[in-house]
């Protein structure tokens, strides 16, 4: 079953970390928060999580849907 939302948050020493909501398993850890959500809205696509829920440095939260994150056009394809 997949989570039903993925959690971002940050450690005491500023890696942050993607986890399914209630469970500890750290699905990825990452330099920047930017990063962090990238590799959430990939996950939520691969699983069908609903929700990706950031908690910032600061504490406070901000709730996304989750969507696909945008293709990538190929040099190639945008020169055309």
């Given at each position: 079953?997949?989570?039903?939302?993925?959690?971002?948050r940050?450690?005491?020493?500023?890696?942050?970390?993607?986890?399914?909501?209630?469970?500890?398993?750290?699905?990825?850890?990452?330099?920047?928060?930017?990063?962090?959500?990238?590799?959430?809205?990939?996950?939520?696509?691969?699983?069908?999580?609903?929700?990706?829920?950031?908690?910032?440095?600061?504490?406070?939260?901000?709730?996304?849907?989750?969507?696909?994150?945008?293709?990538?056009?190929?040099?190639?394809?945008?020169?055309?």
């Amino acid at each position: 079953m997949p989570p039903e939302r993925l959690v971002v948050r940050s450690d005491d020493r500023g890696v942050w970390r993607v986890k399914p909501e209630g469970d500890d398993r750290i699905l990825s850890a990452h330099v920047s928060e930017t990063a962090a959500e990238r590799a959430a809205a990939v996950y939520a696509a691969e699983t069908g999580a609903a929700e990706i829920v950031v908690y910032d440095r600061y504490f406070r939260v901000h709730s996304k849907r989750a969507t696909p994150p945008p293709r990538r056009r190929s040099r190639e394809s945008a020169e055309t």
